[in-house]
């Protein structure tokens, strides 16, 4: 009987460590390089295009052409504090969102 408490109280496997700080570290280190992983691949790209998108938006002015996220491509009439207006054929003018601008046309996308 005596003999059997004895080993009761012996050393716990795996040479004598016990659960510490080291353990919950590498425990949780996978979480934190997938963090990393996606901040790099798809956090970080998405915030540098919405960057250059607002940057895009700040230098449009009147006479630009522009194309929308819809596919209408117009001049630029009026710009307003959250719209353009888009002039998309002779007497034909259309209020756009900001958000709703895709680009400024280059000659290439003209034809």
Do not use: C
Request: charged residues 20%.
């Amino acid at each position: 009987m005596f003999q059997t408490m004895a080993w009761a109280m012996g050393q716990p496997p795996g040479g004598g460590q016990q659960a510490g700080g080291g353990d919950i570290f590498m425990s949780l280190l996978p979480i934190f390089v997938i963090f990393i992983i996606f901040y790099f691949l798809l956090i970080r790209p998405q915030q540098k295009k919405a960057k250059e998108h607002s940057d895009m938006l700040q230098s449009i002015k009147k006479g630009d052409k522009v194309i929308t996220s819809s596919g209408i491509f117009g001049l630029v009439e009026a710009v307003g504090e959250k719209t353009f207006t888009l002039k998309i054929a002779e007497n034909v003018k259309v209020k756009f969102s900001k958000s709703h601008i895709a680009g400024i046309r280059t000659q290439t996308e003209e034809e």
